[in-house]
């Protein structure tokens, strides 16, 4: 499966975006998708995922994300967006996505779960 990361920007604090990762040559919902960030001079960190349709598309969030940030999937568009509320100044990163169709026990929050990542979509938030 290909993938293409898109929608990254700038924004004040406060404000919102969403980003999308559109999959191409196998159908998304079959895969465990997920959003990771990575910061200059840090470690791609985990964001969100949602488990295939298999798994029944549960979702799970960082902590630091967990109440702003939204995770969701459109079958139909073979997409899945993360949309970002109350954005910080902390949030900003190039945000990358990851898919798996590997069943991994546990919470699926290590950049190693996933085989298949996208480019990457820079967002940036200005305090």
């Known amino acids: 499966v290909q993938l293409q990361a898109s929608g990254g920007g700038s924004v004040q604090a406060g404000g919102s975006l969403r980003v999308s990762c559109t999959a191409s040559g196998r159908t998304l919902s079959r895969y465990t998708t997920a959003w990771f960030r990575q910061a200059p001079g840090k470690e791609r960190e985990f964001v969100a995922n949602i488990r295939r349709s298999l798994s029944s598309s549960t979702t799970a969030y960082d902590d630091s994300v967990k109440g702003r940030f939204t995770i969701s999937r459109d079958n139909a568009k073979n997409t899945v967006y993360l949309q970002m509320n109350s954005l910080k100044f902390e949030d900003t990163a190039v945000y990358y996505c990851?898919?798996?169709?590997?069943?991994?026990?546990?919470?699926?929050?290590?950049?190693?779960?996933?085989?298949?990542w996208g480019q990457g979509t820079q967002v940036t938030v200005s305090s």
């Open positions: 990851g898919a798996t169709e590997r069943h991994v026990a546990g919470p699926m929050t290590r950049a190693d779960d996933y085989s298949y």
